[in-house]
């Protein structure tokens, strides 16, 4: 089958989002199909406002009607809400072409914290995006039954996985400093709630990877706190097998494939009991969910690292990858059919 995935979010971004698209391609090339990325490197862009690294196409509504005339994929999938995502919604509504989409963040919560726009707001624009797909894929069973309730009518759930061969425990030595180490790996915005995490008073130390909008003030407010900034997959690994406790404080987070990343070293997880820590290590796995995160992080000092490893071991990319083709709604007969097969392997 070919396949189209458009999306607005593409490196040098280094986030879930990328990674999701980047290990699906892979996974869907191994099967025999053939995928092409629409992304922003192919179009003129200019900053996202307040968030300079994030490029937006500008205008692509021509480039992307000939991408996909000349490509002629078998099925469309479009990944985000951006320019690029309009533009293929429209191209595919005009020409009649089924579409799917996917909800990867809680984008309303975002603008609400940082513009304070109401969340209903937001969400009637998203449920008029999403409802026009033939089916919105969500990350988690929760995600799909809130977005449900909101107004949402296609829901389904295409699940995450982690590499397991890259993300293993391995050498504990790549950062040296007083332990016990806490480590917090992602973008550094106001939405991630990582204040949370470097204001805990805490034995040993911490580190922060990753940059974001929020680095620069919170470097400065808390100078006592290591700084690694964007890091390689294999560095995030060694850095993963040093930490004592991975600490995620984010409370809008659909999913986290930072948290299998962890867990797959055998680091166990502190993070607050909300959706995407809960629904990915749930109440009684290996990490401490609690209302308290300084709690949270000196109850994970406990856990086995085995069992982390050992409870991570049941994400694989390959099945979720099986998961997400079982959704897509191709508009060629043979397609069609290879569909169909996917939806009865993927179960």
Not at 57 to 64: A, F, N, T
Not at 339 to 347: C, F, K, N, T, Y
Request: net charge positive.
């Amino acid at each position: 089958m070919k396949i189209l995935i458009v999306t607005d979010a593409w490196e040098p971004q280094v986030n879930g989002v990328v990674r999701t698209l980047k290990q699906t391609r892979h996974e869907l090339t191994q099967m025999g199909h053939t995928v092409e990325l629409l992304t922003p490197q192919e179009f003129k862009t200019f900053p996202c406002p307040t968030y300079p690294e994030i490029r937006l196409s500008w205008r692509p509504g021509r480039k992307i009607a000939a991408r996909i005339a000349t490509f002629a994929p078998d099925a469309i999938h479009i990944a985000t809400e951006g320019p690029l995502g309009l533009a293929a919604r429209k191209y595919c509504i005009r020409n009649k072409l089924p579409f799917t989409t996917a909800y990867h963040s809680r984008f309303p919560e975002y603008v609400n914290l940082r513009f304070r726009l109401p969340l209903s707001w937001t969400y009637a624009w998203l449920t008029r995006f999403h409802n026009a797909a033939e089916a919105t894929m969500a990350p988690t069973r929760v995600v799909v039954d809130d977005l449900k309730a909101r107004g949402f009518t296609k829901t389904v759930m295409w699940s995450r996985g982690v590499d397991l061969d890259l993300f293993k425990p391995g050498s504990r030595e790549r950062l040296q400093t007083r332990k016990p180490i806490f480590v917090y790996v992602g973008r550094v915005a106001v939405e991630k709630n990582v204040e949370a995490f470097l204001a805990l008073d805490l034995p040993g130390s911490k580190w922060v990877c990753g940059d974001g909008p929020a680095a620069a003030a919170l470097r400065a407010k808390y100078p006592q706190v290591n700084w690694l900034g964007v890091l390689g997959q294999q560095e995030l690994a060694a850095v993963y097998n040093a930490a004592d406790v991975f600490v995620f404080p984010s409370k809008t987070d659909t999913f986290g494939l930072v948290l299998l990343e962890a867990m797959a070293c055998g680091c166990p997880v502190a993070a607050y009991p909300v959706t995407g820590p809960i629904d990915v290590i749930g109440p009684d796995g290996p990490g401490a969910l609690k209302d308290d995160l300084k709690s949270a992080c000196l109850a994970a000092l406990t856990i086995d690292r085995t069992e982390v490893r050992r409870f991570a071991e049941r994400y694989s990319w390959a099945a979720a990858s099986r998961q997400f083709l079982s959704h897509l709604h191709p508009f060629t007969p043979h397609a069609q059919a290879e569909s169909r097969l996917a939806s009865e392997v993927a179960g």
